[in-house]
């Protein structure tokens, strides 16, 4: 399943998406603010982890971290200036496979649930950030399709 990071809906004034025709999401780290926590939402409405990013000497230090019962696959990450400097297409659809951070492996294999690494030089003005995870949902080691449930 596809989950983003960014705030939930209810807190509209932050809940900020992709124009494209989707429900990506993404969210922003304002000059001034050391860190932010956003909810890791997989399937639009399912509450799977927190995405976490802190500013430390003008690098941003990134975990991913999952609830119980969540797996992490691959994970994508980008950061920008602002909006337009996130890899989008034409009709403003993320392209993840452009995303500068990108993880090369499957982690699901080894039942990972949390993911750190760091992006350095970032500095310390305004960043806009998308953050994309693949997860499965598991009980009793078996996977759930959230498309069915």
Same mark, same amino acid.
């Given at each position: ?5 960014? $705030? $939930? ?6 809940? /900020? ?7 990506? /999401? ?18 639009? $409405? ?39 400097? /996130? ?10 496979? $452009? ?51």
């Amino acid at each position: 399943e596809t989950a983003w990071g960014g $705030h $939930h809906e209810s807190d509209s004034d932050k809940h /900020l998406t992709f124009d494209g025709n989707n429900w990506a /999401l993404y969210f922003e780290l304002a000059e001034g603010d050391d860190e932010v926590t956003v909810d890791l939402i997989a399937g639009q $409405h399912y509450l799977v982890g927190e995405v976490t990013v802190a500013r430390v000497n003008g690098d941003l230090d990134v975990t991913f971290d999952l609830v119980d019962g969540v797996l992490l696959g691959l994970v994508h990450f980008h950061v920008a200036d602002d909006y337009d400097g /996130l890899p989008q297409n034409r009709p403003g659809n993320p392209q993840i496979g $452009h995303f500068d951070y990108q993880s090369d492996t499957w982690a699901i294999a080894d039942k990972v649930t949390e993911s750190e690494f760091t992006v350095e030089d970032v500095g310390d003005g305004d960043l806009t950030i998308a953050a994309h995870a693949e997860v499965w949902i598991v009980d009793d080691e078996e996977v759930i399709d959230l498309r069915t449930e």
